[in-house]
């Protein structure tokens, strides 16, 4: 797949990325991790409700790659009324601590019954200063249809990675037309980072990456 993604972007110029998913537990995962460096993959995503938190903390510290850091299984840990973690800490902070470059969580109004102010309190960890971290990026998801996609950076603003991937099947036109017409709604020439960051372009991701600290502990 990466191979077949490199291919793609010497012969168009984008800079499309593959992102594979991290799964085991242990020695198991690190081997994976560099299973999918030898393989040229672009980042890679971990599961902290599988994984947990731990893990991906230790696999940032120990691969160039960005990380992205995905919700699956997290409910269990949401507070619902008789305990839990807060949705800035779940969705923001605790994935910014644990060395995730991108934390992707429950839009509101798609298929999950996150509100509006849990969607500011997640950004807001994202990106608030806190002590010496950098700031990550929030990618909000679930249920995302083309006509959510200005509402969407109108709400989050444009340092922000949008994902769409039921929505580039269900709609109208083939899959290379909705990644196409996705990319044009988004108007990466909008994106203020673009002077500091280089730019990586998937079928259902666009966003700016940026790494905090490298293996050898210089800024990346």
């Known amino acids: 797949m990466s191979q077949a993604v490199k291919r793609g972007n010497e012969e168009t110029g984008h800079h499309a990325l593959y992102i594979p998913n991290v799964p085991g537990c242990g020695p198991e995962i690190m081997e994976r991790v560099h299973m999918a ?5 672009g980042a890679l995503m971990l599961i902290p ?3 947990s938190f731990d893990m ?3 696999v940032s510290e120990h691969t160039e790659l960005p990380v992205v ?48 102010d849990q969607c500011r309190s997640i950004v807001g960890w994202c990106r608030d ?3 010496d971290l950098k700031p990550i990026y929030p990618c909000p998801a679930g249920g995302m249809t083309f006509d959510r996609v200005q509402n ?5 603003g444009r340092d922000t ?4 991937g039921g929505g580039l099947f269900t709609a109208e036109g083939t899959l290379e037309e909705n990644c196409r017409r996705f990319a044009e709604k988004v108007d990466l020439k909008k994106c203020s980072f673009l002077e500091k960051c280089d730019m990586i372009e998937t079928a259902s991701v666009r966003v700016s990456f940026f790494r905090r600290k490298g293996t050898d502990g210089n800024d990346k």
């Open 37 to 41: 460096e030898d393989a040229g993959a």
């Open 56 to 58: 991906m903390k230790y």
């Open 129 to 131: 200063p806190y002590a």
């Open 49 to 51: 409700g599988l994984v």
């Open 69 to 116: 850091c995905h919700p699956a299984m997290a409910a269990a840990m949401l507070d619902k009324g008789s305990g839990g973690f807060e949705c800035g800490l779940l969705f923001g902070l605790l994935p910014r601590l644990c060395g995730a470059d991108l934390t992707v969580f429950p839009n509101y109004g798609g298929r999950f019954s996150l509100t509006e």
């Open 152 to 156: 969407m950076l109108d709400f989050y």
């Open 161 to 164: 990675a949008l994902l769409m």
